[in-house]
C-alpha cells in the first residue's frame, strides 16, 4: 500500500495510541479554539488526539493501522486524505487538523480543503520549523532537527493558503506532557534512549540508522558524565516550554 503522506504509519504508526495521546492542556487551547462549533470535521485524525468529545466530530484517516487504534468511545474514521476530501462546500461548522499538515503529499491543496468544507474556522496545530534549533535535542541531534525544518511548513503560507483572519498563537508544552512528540521531553532527556518513544516520532523515519545511534549515543553519554545536566539542565525545574508548537486559527472572511 502507498502511504498518504511522508511517513508509512501502516509500519510506524503502531504503538501512538499509547505514545502519542493528547495532552488535555493543549486539547484545551485547541476546543477553546473551536468555539461555539456544533459540527466538526478532524482530518489527518490518527488514533484521536485532540478530539473533542463534546462535538459531533467526523474524522478521516488513510492509515488503517491509525484508524485501528482509536478508542471505542470515538466514531470510525472513514478512510480519506486531505487533499480529497469526500464532503461539499460548507459541510461542517469547523475543520481541524493537529500535527499533520506537514505530511500531506499536498499542502495547499489539503488546506484548501480544509477551508472549502468549513463554514467557521478552521484550526491548525502544527510546528515552526524556525523554531526548532532553539531545543536542545539540536545539539545531539543536528539532523533530526535540519530534517523535521525540511518538512514544516512556513506558517505564514499556512496562513495565506487558508486566508480569511488569521491568528497564530505559541502553545506552551507543558513539563508533563502526555503526547511524545519530541518537545514533549524537554524535561526528561532519558526518554530518548528508549527505542519506542523515538519510534513514535515520525522525524526519526528520515534520519539514517547510523547517524541516529551516534546521535543517542552521544546523549547518553552526556546524561552518563553530567554534562547534559551542566548544560541544559535548568529546563528540568521550567513548568512549560516555549518551543515551536504553534496553534493556527483562520477564521473565514464575514460574507
Known sequence: MTPAGDVDYEERGRGYAQRRRGDPRIAALVRAALGRSRTVLNV?????????????????EPSATMRAQRPAHLAAAIDAVAEDLPFGDGSFDAAMATVTIHQWSDLDRGLRELRRVSRGPVVVLTFDGDALGEYWLAHYAPALIEAERRRYPEIDHVRDVLGGATSVAVVPVPRECSDGFTEAYFAHPEAFLDDDVRRAQSAWSFVDDEVERASIQHLRNDLDSGEWERRFGGVRSLPFFMGSLRLVVAEPHAR
Not at 44 to 60: F, I, K, R
Open 44 to 60: 489527518g485524525a490518527g488514533a484521536g488526539s485532540y478530539e473533542p468529545t463534546d462535538l459531533e466530530v467526523t474524522a478521516v
